[in-house]
């Protein structure tokens, strides 16, 4: 029950931080505050939250530390907080703000890391039942979770040794080690275990080894030949493999199950904006950094493929329907994710065809779609708590 509510309050957290990365975009804010709030914030939060709850049972293991999740909380919260502020507040903010954040993720991998301890590759699922068909493909699932730990083991480390003088790490590699290493590929792992039962279909195995061996193969690519444009080419095709593999895998999923749940259509568009999103990406890599291009393809990627992701999961494992405040219903958060949709839609569009007038329509719909999105999770928290 304490891992519950642990985990309630990071996706709490998470969503309003989500609500803070869509009006940065709206205010212009600069860039490095955007993407803290949206990756850090949004993304990360509500990773740390549900990875809390469900890897221990996934890796048929029991939470090595209850009061993990209680600890990690303020330090990764104020960690993120002050690492948005940084590059508009005083000096030290920076690192303050990531010895905290760090601090917190060192408890993260520490209470999963022995929660998972003898059990490291997954071999042991705790799949059986009705489900006992789904193994081979669960094992093969949770493979991608300890190297997206170990994903975010690096990016940690890189940022600290960097806030103290030691290495020289960029900002936009530790961005692409932690959306495309940690988080894109925790969603691939996770993925292939909840999307299944959620639709009641199945995927091929072979195309889950792709997806998780391609996801586990690009983001080091990416990170580490960020400035190389061989290397960056390389890792785009590789990443795009596997955005491309989970896209279709989740396409015939929902297209073969009978079952039509609010959050299914999130995440429907979710893929597609990561298909979008990794063709802007080569776009980039093949013919140089456009401003535009650039903005467009991690806009896409966070607000898109991980937002996306993020809000269809939500709303399935915290239904809208059972909150207690008015209006909290699946039609409202198909307003919200119409909203979220189309003001990324449009802010692409506005993006690449240089149309001035459609960037603050689109990210006014942004804004609206994440404060619904926050109503309804606080709405459906509030009747436990």
């Not at 890796?59 to 909380?73: H, I, K, M, N």
């Not at 907080?81 to 703000?97: C, F, Q, R, S």
């Not at 692409?348 to 109503?375: C, F, I, S």
Request: charge should be positive; aromatic fraction near 12%; charged fraction near 10%.
């Amino acid at each position: 029950m304490r891992t519950e509510r642990a985990s309630r309050w990071f996706v709490a957290a998470s969503a309003l931080f989500f609500v803070g990365f869509h009006a940065a975009i709206a205010v212009a804010a600069p860039r490095r505050v955007v993407v803290t709030l949206g990756l850090y914030g949004f993304v990360l939060h509500v990773l740390f939250g549900k990875a809390y709850a469900l890897v221990p049972s996934y890796f048929d293991r029991d939470l090595a530390w209850e009061s993990g999740p209680a600890v990690q909380f303020p330090l990764s919260v104020v960690g993120t907080v002050a690492l948005a502020l940084g590059p508009v507040g005083p000096p030290w903010l920076g690192p303050v703000g990531t010895g905290l954040w760090v601090g917190g993720v060192g408890v993260f991998l520490g209470t999963l890391g022995r929660t998972m301890w003898g059990n490291v590759t997954g071999a042991a699922t705790g799949t059986g039942g009705a489900n006992a068909h789904r193994e081979p493909v669960d094992r093969t699932a949770n493979v991608a979770v300890p190297i997206a730990l170990g994903y975010l083991a690096l990016a940690a480390g890189s940022a600290l040794a960097a806030s103290v003088g030691f290495g020289s790490v960029r900002p936009q590699q530790l961005s692409h080690l932690l959306a495309v290493g940690t988080a894109a590929l925790f969603i691939f792992g996770v993925g292939f275990r909840v999307f299944p039962r959620f639709l009641v279909a199945t995927v091929p195995r072979p195309v889950v080894v792709l997806v998780v061996m391609a996801g586990a193969t690009g983001p080091a690519l990416l990170g580490f030949g960020l400035f190389d444009r061989a290397l960056l080419l390389i890792g785009g095709v590789v990443e795009a493999t596997a955005v491309a593999g989970f896209a279709l895998s989740y396409l015939v999923l929902f297209l073969r199950s009978e079952r039509r749940r609010v959050g299914f259509y999130a995440v429907l568009l979710a893929v597609v904006a990561g298909v979008v999103g990794i063709g802007f990406g080569l776009t980039v890599a093949a013919t140089g950094r456009s401003p535009a291009l650039v903005t467009a393809h991690y806009r896409a990627m966070l607000a898109g493929f991980l937002g996306l992701t993020v809000v269809g999961a939500a709303f399935q494992f915290y239904p809208p329907a059972v909150g207690v405040w008015p209006c909290a219903d699946d039609r409202t958060a198909l307003l919200s994710i119409a909203l979220l949709g189309s003001g990324l839609g449009i802010q692409l569009l506005g993006l690449v065809g240089r149309v001035g007038w459609m960037r603050p329509v689109g990210t006014a719909a942004g804004v609206l779609g994440a404060l619904l999105y926050t109503y309804l999770l606080l709405a459906a928290f509030a009747r436990r708590w």
